[in-house]
Structures are given as structure tokens and as C-alpha cells.
């Protein structure tokens, strides 16, 4: 494939997306939504096709631009294989989530500006694929800044709500304060004496760091990206933000813009690194276990379905971070061929998420846009009166809860099989570590199902427990079309693992310390592992799964012809049953919140009232619980106190008088020529 065709397409995924922020001039909100879409979806299908042919072809995009911004270097764009990885990811999930949103954003029609999400929109879609593209700091910086900016304002897009307003500014501090740690990992990492600052001119240069300044850029760069990804600890945004901002671009943050942070760290880690010390995957699998089960046992116990899945967003990102530490770990070790299947492992959770993680916002925003409510506790019944919206939704939960046939399953398979040699390593502390590792997997593994159990079930199943409920409708063809096409994707995915796997492999050759060649997992339907730990055939699981359902459903319709019967579900002798004799969202949870309550630390409140007059007699039973996550309380609740605090006492410097104000800048002044001085 010629250079040229990978900068047409190029140019072509740039003018897609900003046909789609044209959207602004449209002069009705219909038009704006549908530039939007039209953009989008061109956009994204470029920059599909321009991921698959640097994927596919010999060549990678260069595109040099030294006019613009010359001053501070000039702007470029390179695109190798890696990057084309998470480009391909953008591009997939963009499509189906842009025709959703056509449908979606109606709802805001004559209540927010139309013309102001599509421009948002539309640089929030670009940004995202310029950080991949970014072939240097400058560009990369001012693309990460971007997509920041453009999806804080589209998380605020309710600004009315004081919720919203309040998650909005938790991603804004957060973002800004990883941007500050990528600003100083770039600074050391042009230590060297550089003055080109591209990524090739900071791999070259990164050889010659001291020890001390590489693990400096290590852990300000897992900072910053770990921020915008939703690691432990800097997590706490991603459950406020993401059930704020409107479904469609909910699905986007979570499907595609977190795993950006992991593309972050690979960037520099592995590639502009080329790995370190056995610490460093250690601190990354243990901050990938945390990560995985703090966010699953938070969203095993919400009862908002939104924030539920922003919850889950954690966990995934935790199991993708643990197959990257083993990654460091092996190659660390010398094993660049475990390196190379533990870093494929993540990349293919990261494909898998991307798809089922879609499907699931969008069905809870087909929810919230069928009954107005997103509190679980409030809803069943919508199996019947909004199928398409439940089918999306099981078809997500299944493979979110890695049950075959469906992808979570394939992912999460071989990132238990990576672990495998350092299960067996030499090295007890590896061994123990790795250990761990396969327990956190297996752990959050049943602590999902049961999370999508409760959430499918309850949400969906047995009769209404609300009036929004019991009202709800069937979303429209545009969102029906983009659900079905990323529910569609889960057990395509699962059949298509080996060649997907394959690509992976291919865009991880070479990279830092990993084998030139391609990883080979097998040939064929079969999905082997190298030195052939284990073997295993999605598209046979698959064939047997249909065919035995198949079977189960023909032969008990065979044999009980004539002798079913439909009937009410028992209910304890009660005729008549009612919504108050369901299991509800928190009492389907509690026996698992009181296994683990140190963890979370619920505050509780029973009440009991009687008949007047009479103490034993009781008329009603009320228990009211709430959840505020252990780590808000203890670290970021003292933190903000303590900024308030020193923002009260700073308030008094603003006098008001311009003498005191020029007095400040003559003191800064000083104090800056005293430091140069010194130095």
C-alpha cells in the first residue's frame, strides 16, 4: 500500500469528524444530529480503513507538518501497528455509537444545544484519533488535551443537574492533574539533550537514562495515563463522570477512551522504555488486582445502572492492567515469548471490552430513555416491553461475565493462560505473585457474573416495580441499529479470535524487547498458546453451545406437547403476585456486601413503626443503606478538606488593589531571577 493512500485516508478520517463538529452551523437540531452522525460514522469508517491498512501493509502513515505551530517544532503524525491497534478500536465502536446517538440526542432537542454537542462531538471523535497518530510530545500533548477538554464539556452537556456539574469537575481535576505528570515524565525523557522531541528521537535518548530518572518516567507516565484509564487510586472520577455525561458518549469514554491509557503506558513503557526492572510489572499487577476488584465489588453493590457499568469499566481496565504487568515481568525476566503472549492477552481484552462494554452503555441508555430512571430497584420488566433493549443487554452481560460463547470468555481464557509460566517460575517471589494474579482473575471473574446477573435479571425480568416501569417503550430504529451492531460484534469477536490475535501479535513484533516475529498462536479455528500450555476453539464451543441449546429447546417442546401449562410463578400460597414479592437490585446483593463489609463500611438505617398505641403490633419496616467508597473517605474527602481549607486562606491575597497585585508580580519577578541566578 503506496504512502499516499494512507494519507488520503488519513486526511479523509480528519475531514469526517470535523464535518461532523459542522454540525454547529446546522440552523434545526434534527440537522445538527444527523451532520453529526453522517460525520461521524465517515470518520470513523476512514479511520477503520486507514488502521487496517497499516495493520495488513508493509508501510506505516508519516505525515510531517513543520509550518504549523513552528515555533514550538511543528506538528506530526505517525502511525505504526500498535497504534493502529487502538485506531481500528476508535473506528469500530464510533460507528454503531454515532448512529445510536442520532436517536439518543432527540431526547435533548429543545433542552441543551444540539449544535454544541455535534461540535464537541465531533473534536471529542478527532482528538481521540490524533493521540494514536501523534508522532511526537507536542502533537500528542495537544491531542490528549483535546479530547480531555471536548469530553469534560460533553459530560456536562446537563449542566442543570448538580450531579453532573460535580462529576464534570472531578474529571477536569483529575485529567489535568495527569496531564502535569505526562508534562514531567516528557521533560526527563528529553534529558538527553534532544531537540526533536519526537517518539523516535526520545526511544534513541531513553537508552541513555539513569536508572533512577527511567523508573522516575515510569511511574509519572503509569500516573498519568492510570488517571485517564481508571486505575487505583485515581479512579474516583470515572464513576461520577461517566453515568453524568449522556449515554452515547458514555459508551465512548468507557469503550474506547479509558483504553487510551493503556495505549499511554504501552507507548512509553514498552516501546520508548523498552521495559525495566521485575518492579515494575509487579507495581502493575498489583495495581491491575486491586483496580479489577475494588471495581467489581462497587458495582456488585449499585443500584444506579449507569454508574454500575462505570464501576465494571474499572474492573476490565484492572484485568487488562494485570496481563500488561506480566507482561514487564516476563520480558523483565528474559522470557520475551510469555511477554508477548501476556501483552496480546490485554490487547485482546481491550478489542472484547471496546465491543461488549458498547453494547451495555447503550442499552442502559435505552433504558434510561424508556423509563426516565436509571436506579435498577425501579425497573423489571422490560424483557417485554423492550426486547431489542433486552436483548443487547444480555447479550453484553454474558460476555462481560466471560461465559462462552460469547468474546469476554476468549480474552479472559488466555489472560488466565499467560499467568501460567510465572506460576512455574523459578523465582518463588514471581511464582507467589503470579499466584495472586490467577486468584484476582478467578475472583472477579464470579464476583462479574453475579454483578450482570442481578443486573440483567432485575432490570429486565419478572414484573415492573414502578409506574416508568411499567410505561416503558421500545427505542427507536437508530438506536436499535446501533445496539444490535456491537451486541452482534460479541460473539463475532469470539469466533474471529485467532485472527485478531493475530493482528495483535503482529503489532507487538518487535516492539521494546519483544520477538521480532510475530507471536503464532495456531492455524485454523483452533487457538493454542506457543509451546502448547493449552489449546482451545471458540468457533467448536460455539457450534456445540447452539447445537445443544437448539436441541434442549426441540426436544422439551417435543415432549411436553399437551401437557404444558402456564401458570403465575408460585408464590407462598399468595394468590395474586406483586412487584413487593421480587428480589430487589440491594437485597439480591447483601449477602455478598456482609462477606465483604470491612471493605465496605455501609451506613445503615432500620426503622421500625408500630400502630399507634400498640408496640408490638408493626406496621412497617424501612432500612435505608448507603455506600461511600473507602477510598473517597480516606484519602480524597481529607485531601479536598484540606484544598478548601488553603483556598480560604489564599482568597484574602485578592484585595482588589491593583498596588497589591503589581507588588505580587515584582515578587515573583524577584524570586524567578534569584532561582536563575542560583542555578
Known amino acids: 500500500m503506496t504512502a499516499d493512500a494512507l494519507q488520503v485516508s488519513f486526511w479523509l478520517m480528519c475531514a469526517g469528524f470535523l464535518a461532523a463538529s459542522a454540525g454547529v452551523l446546522a440552523p434545526t437540531p434534527r440537522l445538527a444530529r444527523a451532520l453529526t452522525a453522517i460525520g461521524s460514522v465517515g470518520g470513523a469508517a476512514a479511520a477503520a480503513w486507514l488502521a487496517g491498512l497499516v495493520l495488513v501493509g508493509p508501510s506505516s502513515l508519516s505525515?510531517?507538518?513543520?509550518?504549523?505551530?513552528?515555533?514550538?517544532?511543528?506538528?506530526?503524525?505517525?502511525?505504526?501497528?500498535?497504534?493502529?491497534?487502538?485506531?481500528?478500536?476508535?473506528?469500530?465502536?464510533?460507528?454503531?455509537?454515532?448512529?445510536?446517538?442520532?436517536?439518543?440526542?432527540?431526547?435533548?432537542?429543545?433542552?441543551?444545544?444540539?449544535?454544541?454537542?455535534?461540535?464537541?462531538?465531533?473534536?471529542?471523535?478527532?482528538?481521540?484519533?490524533?493521540?494514536?497518530?501523534?508522532?511526537?510530545?507536542?502533537?500528542?500533548?495537544?491531542?490528549?488535551?483535546?479530547?480531555?477538554?471536548?469530553?469534560?464539556?460533553?459530560?456536562?452537556?446537563?449542566?442543570?443537574?448538580?450531579e453532573t456539574v460535580r462529576g464534570g469537575l472531578w474529571y477536569l481535576a483529575m485529567t489535568h492533574m495527569g496531564l502535569a505528570a505526562l508534562l514531567a515524565a516528557f521533560f526527563l525523557l528529553g534529558q538527553q539533550g534532544t531537540t526533536a522531541w519526537t517518539f523516535g528521537a526520545l526511544r534513541g535518548g531513553a537508552r541513555g537514562l539513569a536508572p533512577g530518572t527511567r523508573n522516575a518516567v515510569f511511574l509519572l507516565a503509569l500516573i498519568g495515563f492510570g488517571s485517564k484509564a481508571g486505575l487505583i487510586p485515581v479512579h474516583v472520577w470515572l464513576p461520577k463522570a461517566h453515568p453524568a455525561a449522556p449515554s452515547h458518549v458514555s459508551a465512548l469514554m468507557s469503550a474506547v477512551m479509558v483504553k487510551l491509557g493503556i495505549y499511554g503506558l504501552l507507548?512509553?513503557?514498552?516501546?520508548?522504555?523498552?521495559?525495566?526492572?521485575?518492579?515494575?510489572?509487579?507495581?502493575?499487577?498489583?495495581?491491575?488486582?486491586?483496580?479489577?476488584?475494588?471495581?467489581?465489588?462497587?458495582?456488585?453493590?449499585?443500584?444506579?445502572?449507569?454508574?454500575?457499568?462505570?464501576?465494571?469499566?474499572?474492573?476490565?481496565?484492572?484485568?487488562?492492567?494485570?496481563?500488561?504487568?506480566?507482561?514487564?515481568?516476563?520480558?523483565?525476566?528474559?522470557?520475551?515469548?510469555?511477554?508477548?503472549?501476556?501483552?496480546?492477552?490485554?490487547?485482546?481484552?481491550?478489542?472484547?471490552?471496546?465491543?461488549?462494554?458498547?453494547?451495555?452503555?447503550?442499552?442502559?441508555?435505552?433504558?434510561?430513555?424508556?423509563?426516565?430512571?436509571?436506579?435498577?430497584?425501579?425497573?423489571?420488566?422490560?424483557?417485554?416491553?423492550?426486547?431489542?433493549?433486552?436483548?443487547?443487554?444480555?447479550?453484553?452481560?454474558?460476555?462481560?461475565?466471560?461465559?462462552?460463547?460469547?468474546?469476554?470468555?476468549?480474552?479472559?481464557?488466555?489472560?488466565?493462560?499467560?499467568?501460567?509460566?510465572?506460576?512455574?517460575?523459578?523465582?518463588?517471589?514471581?511464582?507467589?505473585?503470579?499466584?495472586?494474579?490467577?486468584?484476582?482473575?478467578?475472583?472477579?471473574?464470579?464476583?462479574?457474573?453475579?454483578?450482570?446477573?442481578?443486573?440483567?435479571?432485575?432490570?429486565?425480568?419478572?414484573?415492573?416495580?414502578?409506574?416508568?416501569?411499567?410505561?416503558?417503550?421500545?427505542?427507536?430504529?437508530?438506536?436499535?441499529?446501533?445496539?444490535?451492531?456491537?451486541?452482534?460484534?460479541?460473539?463475532?469477536?469470539?469466533?474471529?479470535?485467532?485472527?485478531?490475535?493475530?493482528?495483535?501479535?503482529?503489532?507487538?513484533?518487535?516492539?521494546?524487547?519483544?520477538?521480532?516475529?510475530?507471536?503464532?498462536?495456531?492455524?485454523?479455528?483452533?487457538?493454542?498458546t506457543p509451546q502448547a500450555l493449552a489449546r482451545i476453539s471458540p468457533v467448536a464451543i460455539m457450534a456445540v453451545l447452539v447445537a445443544a441449546s437448539a436441541g434442549g429447546w426441540l426436544g422439551a417442546r417435543v415432549v411436553s406437547r399437551g401437557l404444558r401449562r402456564v401458570d403465575d410463578t408460585w408464590g407462598c400460597g399468595r394468590i395474586g403476585q406483586t412487584s413487593r414479592m421480587e428480589y430487589t437490585s440491594t437485597a439480591f446483593a447483601e449477602p455478598l456486601r456482609r462477606i465483604f463489609g470491612e471493605l465496605y463500611r455501609p451506613t445503615d438505617d432500620l426503622t421500625v413503626t408500630v400502630q399507634p398505641g400498640s408496640p408490638y403490633h408493626i406496621r412497617a419496616i424501612t432500612f435505608r443503606t448507603h455506600l461511600h467508597p473507602w477510598f473517597e473517605r480516606g484519602v480524597y474527602d481529607p485531601l479536598v478538606r484540606a484544598t478548601h481549607a488553603a483556598a480560604s486562606r489564599v482568597r484574602a491575597l485578592q484585595s482588589g488593589s491593583i498596588n497589591a497585585y503589581l507588588a505580587y508580580i515584582v515578587l515573583v519577578l524577584v524570586v524567578l531571577l534569584g532561582m536563575v541566578i542560583g542555578f
Not at 77 to 93: E, K, S, T
Not at 311 to 323: A, K, P, Q, R
Request: net charge neutral; aromatic share 10%; glycine share 12%.
Open 63 to 162: 505525515i510531517e507538518l513543520p509550518t504549523l505551530l513552528a515555533a514550538a517544532g511543528g506538528v506530526s503524525f505517525h502511525l505504526d501497528r500498535l497504534g493502529a491497534i487502538f485506531l481500528a478500536v476508535i473506528g469500530a465502536v464510533t460507528i454503531p455509537v454515532s448512529i445510536y446517538g442520532f436517536g439518543y440526542a432527540a431526547a435533548y432537542d429543545g433542552r441543551y444545544s444540539a449544535r454544541w454537542i455535534a461540535l464537541q462531538t465531533g473534536v471529542f471523535l478527532l482528538s481521540m484519533c490524533l493521540v494514536v497518530c501523534a508522532a511526537g510530545v507536542l502533537t500528542f500533548v495537544l491531542a490528549w488535551e483535546l479530547m480531555a477538554v471536548s469530553s469534560w464539556l460533553l459530560v456536562i452537556t446537563e449542566h442543570d443537574r448538580p
Open 267 to 528: 507507548r512509553v513503557g514498552l516501546d520508548i522504555l523498552g521495559g525495566g526492572p521485575t518492579w515494575w510489572g509487579v507495581v502493575l499487577v498489583a495495581i491491575g488486582a486491586s483496580t479489577a476488584l475494588t471495581g467489581v465489588l462497587y458495582a456488585l453493590v449499585d443500584d444506579d445502572l449507569k454508574r454500575l457499568l462505570a464501576y465494571s469499566t474499572i474492573e476490565n481496565v484492572g484485568l487488562i492492567m494485570l496481563g500488561t504487568g506480566a507482561g514487564f515481568v516476563f520480558l523483565s525476566l528474559g522470557q520475551p515469548a510469555a511477554a508477548a503472549v501476556a501483552f496480546s492477552a490485554a490487547l485482546l481484552h481491550v478489542v472484547n471490552h471496546a465491543a461488549f462494554k458498547g453494547a451495555l452503555f447503550l442499552g442502559a441508555g435505552s433504558v434510561l430513555h424508556a423509563t426516565g430512571v436509571r436506579d435498577i430497584n425501579r425497573l423489571g420488566g422490560l424483557v417485554k416491553r423492550a426486547p431489542w433493549t433486552a436483548a443487547t443487554f444480555l447479550v453484553g452481560s454474558l460476555s462481560i461475565a466471560a461465559l462462552p460463547p460469547f468474546n469476554g470468555f476468549a480474552s479472559e481464557w488466555l489472560l488466565f493462560q499467560s499467568f501460567l509460566p510465572g506460576v512455574a517460575s523459578s523465582r518463588a517471589s514471581v511464582a507467589v505473585l503470579l499466584t495472586l494474579g490467577v486468584g484476582a482473575l478467578a475472583l472477579s471473574g464470579g464476583l462479574a457474573a453475579a454483578t450482570f446477573v442481578k443486573a440483567f435479571g432485575i432490570s429486565f425480568l419478572a414484573m415492573p416495580r414502578s409506574p416508568e416501569a411499567a410505561n416503558a417503550h421500545e427505542a427507536g430504529w437508530a438506536m436499535r441499529l446501533g445496539m444490535a451492531i456491537l451486541a452482534l460484534a460479541c460473539p463475532v469477536l469470539a469466533v474471529l479470535t485467532v485472527p485478531v490475535l493475530s493482528a495483535i501479535g503482529g503489532a507487538l513484533a518487535g516492539i521494546g524487547g519483544l520477538p521480532a516475529a510475530s507471536t503464532t498462536f495456531s492455524m485454523g479455528i483452533i487457538l493454542e
